[in-house]
Nanobody, 120 residues
């Protein structure tokens, strides 16, 4: 099945920007894709979804600051993050193959290993 590898995390000051990448081992155009994040001691939460019809959904806390997109030619999903806040500090995960329209994490079949984002 498809494998996902995230990259692009790092440490940044509040107000800064980062772009995360999620490279897939095969074409992702037929998959619903999503970004999740998990901070220490907290549950994994959805950040953004991009489904096969091109519909987008963002968590309220990131709407207007984050943008999800994909490049089918590169089999890569992106998350552009601007105006970062300390509350955005978390491990960010790419996921694919949704069971449902905007499912909770247990309803996505494929996950990457995560990339750490730290905002100070």
């Amino acid at each position: 099945h498809v494998q996902l590898v995230e990259s692009g995390g790092g440490s940044v000051q509040a107000g800064g920007s980062l772009t995360l990448s999620c490279e897939a081992s095969e074409s992702i155009y037929r998959f619903c894709m999503a970004w999740f994040r998990q901070a220490p001691g907290k549950e994994r939460e959805a950040v953004a979804y991009l489904n096969t019809g091109g519909m987008l959904k963002y968590a309220g806390s990131v709407k207007g600051r984050f943008t999800i997109s994909q490049d089918n030619a590169k089999n890569t999903l992106y998350l552009q993050m601007k105006s970062l806040e300390p509350e955005d500090t978390a491990m960010y995960y790419c996921a694919a193959n949704c069971d449902g329209l905007y499912p909770p994490p247990q309803k996505l079949a494929v996950w990457g290993q995560g990339t750490q984002v730290t905002v100070s």
